[in-house]
């Protein structure tokens, strides 16, 4: 039986973690590349989970059927801004979850604090083993009032060519990103897309950098949709979702006509985690994804995107 491929876990890993933080995202890789090194195979099971994700989980057990999993509310597990993981191990042909605590659970730990993790297995009130989290210092009170991060890499990466271990198979791993540009949600990939059509990146002073496609929601994808909106609400354009963008807000319900309107609102959804075709078309669909987003806010919730919606949407 042959060892599971480092490129394999990496990829499984980056799948789940889905839209975290870049930095979060890259030290994460370099952990599992390290790892394989000391014939340790580790693997993510889950990274940014959106606010309604939160929700679904903590109603586990709760009012919904299967054991309590999480005792964190939307908008109180570091998880729903990205900035955390949870690891596990695998057999040595990766076929198998191993959640032992072992010795090589805490060289894991130890190697992601080396990285700038700290670890929920040194927590004193509740251990949580898998997890990992970057909060640059803020606390999720501070990150549910908008702020992120200011999160850096303090290392170089690895490249998996150079993991010394027996690698037979594996791809030559080139530039990261590259790499990492297949893995990313298909439907935050639509969302930047959308962000790059129609010359939006120049139109009107839009100005923002065309995106990077890679299917990872962050403050790069916000700011371009927000300076979208702005473009369309025909306000200045700075990227910030102020008094006066608000005013201006096109209140958006089920059968409005605005198309490019509803793709930027199915964009905006999607970038939150939600799973939209962006069609232009208000139907059921977007009408679930924006009650259930108002739901995780705690916002009023109608179904109906007007400027307390689209507030939230940009932060
Ligand atoms: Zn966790």
Redesign the pocket.
Known sequence: MSRVRLQTLIDRSVRNMGAVHNVIRESTIEMIKRAYGEEINVQIS?GFRSYADQTRIYNQGRTSPGNIVTNAKAGY???NFGV???YFLTSHDGSEAIWTVNAQWRRVAAIGKQLGFSW?GDWTSFK?F????MTGGLSTAQMRAGQRPNLKMNFTPTKVEDVNTEIGGNRVMGDEPSILTPNGSVHIRAAQTFANSRDYPTRAKANFKTLVVDGFAGPLTNNALIRIYQYFANVTIDGKYGPRSKRAANTLRRGTASQWWVRLLQSSLNAKGYKLSIDGSFGTATENAVISFQRSRNINVDGVAGPNTWGQLFR
């Open positions: 889950s597990s570091n998880h955390a993981i949870d929920g949580d898998p997890h990992l989290q």
